[in-house]
T-cell receptor, first 115, second 112 residues
């Protein structure tokens, strides 16, 4: 049982390049999330999905796109990378929202540097 | 808007010292509360959670947290820290109608 798996783990991009981060979960979770982690700012939600075929904007969505074509996969795309997108990106999934069993399970993270 | 405040950004303790990390949230309704831990170079892992019932919650590795509804607080405690507790700790909250919000994190360094 792998849990939440992110690829790649590290990446260096030049300004203006594009890339896609892949997140896969094998826990049959409905909800999936992409966060970015920056020093002193905690985790900020970029986009999320409440089920296959659905996506929604989070707190900091600009410059990113996402897709959830399959329940187990959640892709994060950077259309034209900027130095401000240098960060550590975490994917997470959860069983439910609302009240109760809503804790998130996180992937190992992707450290992205944009030069 | 909902928010989570963690009082200390950096904490340095000696081994065997007691730990208390503060967390306050702003939301008047029913919430779920969490503490996550991130060891150096690793991903976030759930330390403990509160949904309902006993406001004193026990988690892994000897950690506990107390939910005080009147103070909108969910402070994390450990009676005696170890060097291996060196990590960053995040308080988080979610609830009906809003997604999980994380605090800025507290970096704990435990001196051996």
């Amino acid at each position: 049982n792998a849990g939440v798996t992110q690829t790649p783990k590290f990446r260096v991009l030049k300004t203006g390049q594009s890339m896609t981060l892949l997140c896969a979960q094998d826990m049959n979770h409905e909800y999936m999330y992409w966060y970015r982690q920056d020093p002193g700012m905690g985790l900020r939600l970029i986009h999320y999905s409440v089920g296959e075929g659905t996506t929604a904007k989070g707190e900091v969505p600009d410059g990113y796109n996402v897709s959830r074509l399959k329940k187990q996969n959640f892709l994060l795309g950077l259309e034209s990378a900027a130095p401000s997108q240098t960060s550590v990106y975490f994917c997470a999934s959860s069983y439910a929202q609302g009240l109760g069993n809503t804790e998130a399970f996180f992937g190992q993270g992707t450290r992205l540097t944009v030069v | 808007a909902q928010s989570v405040s963690q009082h200390n950004h950096h904490v340095i303790l000696s081994e065997a010292a007691s730990l208390e990390l503060g967390c306050n949230y702003s939301y008047g309704g029913t919430v779920n509360l969490f503490w996550y831990v991130q060891y150096p170079g690793q991903h976030l892992q759930l330390l403990l959670k509160y949904f309902s019932g006993d406001p004193l919650v026990k988690g892994i590795k000897g950690f506990e947290a107390e939910f005080i509804k009147s103070k909108f607080s969910f402070n994390l405690r450990k009676p005696s820290v170890q060097w291996s507790d060196t990590a960053e700790y995040f308080c988080a909250v979610n609830g009906p109608g809003f997604k999980t919000i994380f605090g800025a994190g507290t970096r704990l360094f435990v001196k051996a």
